[in-house]
């Protein structure tokens, strides 16, 4: 074999390890950002500020530490949970907002219904669903279940299809934030 044919072999040789070492990789989504639209509806609650209490998944989300893509891993940056990484997104849009307050009677907490990611070449979906509570002085003034769900055009090619799933994943927590926000009952339940 010439030296040129080996290098040539080598070269592809390492083109295909490297493509299965990066194949079954743990992808992060970002890092929770407040949204200024987010921002306007918390600050239209015309509430006082309010503390974000315990966040936790419920026993149907199985993947709460991480959901399985394309011989991927995406996570949460947020303590490896997406049910902290939902808490975290309402913790910044309330602070953004100069709503939040830990020491405050009124409290927010969670719980993490439902959280799925699917890339498939013919199209990306995605759904999330918690389950949230307001108390006030101890006392349950709020209790409902919210849902969001997206669709967006995937590709058979991973490099385009696992980044657009990942943003629109991500994208979801904000979506599900913001219908929070915009609930009559979460919002008279804060004025009250």
């Known amino acids: 074999m010439s030296g040129a044919l080996v290098s040539r072999a080598v ?3 390492l083109v295909a ?3 299965v070492l990066v194949g079954c990789a743990q992808i992060h989504i970002g890092p929770p950002v407040a949204g ?3 921002i306007q509806k918390a600050r239209a609650l015309g509430a006082a500020p309010l503390a974000v209490g315990n966040f936790k998944a419920g026993p149907d989300v199985k993947d709460d530490a991480g959901i399985s893509m394309r011989s991927n891993t995406v996570s949460s940056p947020v303590q ?3 049910a902290q990484y939902l808490k975290e997104n309402l913790t910044v849009d309330l602070k953004a907002a100069g709503l ?3 020491a405050s009677k009124t409290v927010v907490s969670g719980e993490l219904v439902e959280s799925k990611l699917d890339s498939a070449s013919s199209g990306g979906s995605g759904s999330l669903g918690a389950r949230f509570v307001v108390t006030r002085n101890g006392a349950q003034v709020f209790e409902k279940s919210l849902r969001v769900q997206a669709t967006w055009p995937s590709s058979f090619v991973g490099a ?3 980044p657009a799933a990942i943003n629109n994943y991500g994208g979801l927590y904000r979506e599900l934030i913001g219908k929070l926000l915009d609930d009559p009952d ?3 339940a804060l004025k009250t």
Request: net charge neutral; hydrophobic share 50%; aromatic share 14%.
């Open 17 to 19: 390890v490297s493509s």
């Open 11 to 13: 070269a592809w040789a």
């Open 100 to 102: 939040l307050d830990p």
């Open 160 to 162: 385009v299809a696992i």
């Open 80 to 82: 490896g949970s997406f």
């Open 186 to 188: 979460f919002r008279r």
């Open 36 to 38: 200024v639209d987010n």
